[in-house]
Nanobody, 123 residues
């Protein structure tokens, strides 16, 4: 069983930065074949993949629209993943969800979701 708790959302101006955190409370351990990552959902749109980190090797993957602006990282000892978001744009406005499941992360195959945290970017 995995419980995901996000924090760090908020309101920021265009070009600003935010850092999201997702703490995983695990009964047991996180499987090395799993990934933890982030999805987002803007009003009226489908939930979309943002980034993930494969727990075993620590490799990362990003959707094209956030490459070079967002960085996913982890603190393995704390079972926590972070999403550092720089040069934010209004189109990044969405509810951001932490997710865990077998790698690679696909929305229909996610095993655990966090409750979501709102990120709003004003122009």
């Amino acid at each position: 069983q995995v419980q995901l708790t996000e924090s760090g959302g908020g309101l920021v101006q265009e070009g600003g930065s935010l850092k999201l955190s997702c703490a995983a409370t695990v009964s047991g351990r996180i499987f090395s074949s799993w990934a933890l990552g982030w999805f987002r959902q803007a009003p009226g749109k489908d939930r979309e993949f943002v980034a993930h980190l494969r727990w075993g090797p620590g490799t990362t993957y990003y959707t094209d629209s956030v490459k070079a602006r967002f960085t996913i990282s982890r603190d393995r000892a704390k079972n926590t993943v972070y999403l550092e978001m720089n040069n934010l744009k209004p189109e990044d406005t969405a509810v951001y969800y932490c997710a865990a499941g077998p790698a690679p992360l696909v929305a229909t195959q996610i095993r655990y979701w966090g409750q979501g945290t709102q990120v709003s970017v004003s122009s």
